[in-house]
């Protein structure tokens, strides 16, 4: 069984949905788990009512099972926000070990009516959040030794979504943070990986709209929520021993999501490509046929740097980008 016994963790939207799977799993296991949730509507819109009853009511099933859990009220969009969450778990546990960044809201639009508060407020939750919230996480976890970070991401974004280009942005930024996250953590044992989940929840429903199609679609009932835990419970989790990846959950199936870089076409080194170059080398350039999955930018300076038969070193030896601080510790 994967243990959490003597961990913490923190889930922020957490009070309804797939955040309260997340978090009633990892008690289950044995987590102290932080329940973040500050009750908003699914818009998240200011002037709308707040209940921040659901992170008790979720703290409360935890705590009857056995498990322990505190409830957090503070909201990710901030930097106050996001510290005052962790703050909550190492006042109260004393550690830190995982955290899934999955607060977040959700409104459709197309894409040329879409306000700028609208898309300001998207991208203020989720990617900012992210960022409010994993910074501090970061600190605590880089003095700890390591830790587990799960961002929530989402297939809108990398794949794209009609009437979400504020959501699609939000979510794609997040796969951008895990890597940097990722890249840099490595040294210090800190692991970040993201989920593209896609389960029945009030996100869903909102956007299909149609209630004879809910619950008569077979695609609707195969999305059940919980398929989407044990990948998100496994990257928490110290059995996850690998970074830098995203994965997609629906409806049971479990696959890995990557970047490919294709091979392309290499114009000869004494020329000046054109666009007409461009034109009559589409085909090659955009063939998927042979591909690499770069582990960062430098991956791809050093794909063409052999290609082209030139060095990636500078005068020193050192290869043309600066290691993340504290990379050689």
């Known amino acids: 069984m994967i243990d959490f016994a003597g961990q913490v963790a923190v889930v922020t939207g957490a009070g309804r949905g797939l955040g309260r799977l997340y978090a009633l799993d990892l008690a289950r296991r044995g987590a102290a788990v932080v329940v973040n949730d500050v009750g908003c509507g699914m818009r998240g819109r ?16 935890i705590t009857k099972d056995g498990g322990t859990a505190i409830a957090s009220y503070d909201s990710v969009d901030s930097a106050a926000g996001g510290q005052a969450i962790i703050d909550a778990a190492v006042g109260a546990f004393g550690r830190l070990d995982a955290v899934v960044s999955n607060a977040g809201i959700f409104g459709s639009a197309p894409f040329e009516d879409l306000s700028l508060d609208d898309w300001t407020r998207m991208l203020r939750v989720h990617l900012d959040g992210g960022f409010h919230l994993s910074q501090p996480a970061y600190r605590v976890m880089k003095a700890n030794g390591g830790g587990r970070f799960v961002f929530i991401s989402s297939s809108a974004g990398i794949f794209g979504q009609p009437m979400e280009a504020h959501y699609a ?31 029945f929840s009030r996100m869903v429903a909102e956007t299909v709209g149609d209630e004879k199609f ?14 989407v835990v044990p990948l998100v419970t496994f990257l ?94």
């Open 46 to 61: 200011p002037d709308a009512p707040m209940d921040s009853g659901v992170a008790d009511a979720v703290v409360d099933e």
């Open 169 to 199: 942005a939000a979510k794609a930024g997040l796969v951008g943070l895990t890597n940097v996250v990722a890249i840099e953590g490595e040294a210090h044992g800190i692991l970040a990986n993201s989920v593209m989940p896609t389960g």
């Open 214 to 227: 809910l619950a008569e679609s077979g695609f609707m009932q195969a999305i059940r929520p919980k398929l």
């Open 236 to 329: 928490a989790s110290s059995a996850c021993t690998f970074s830098h990846r995203n994965y997609s959950a629906a409806a049971g199936r479990y696959a890995r999501v990557f970047v490919g870089l294709s091979r392309g076409w290499l114009a000869a080194a004494d020329s000046q490509p054109t666009a007409e170059d461009i034109r009559d080398h589409l085909e090659e350039i955009s063939s998927t046929e042979a591909f690499i999955v770069p582990a960062s930018i430098v991956d791809e300076v050093l794909e063409v740097c052999e290609r082209r038969g030139v060095s990636a070193m500078p005068g020193n030896g050192e290869v043309a980008f600066p290691e993340p601080p504290g990379s050689g510790n």
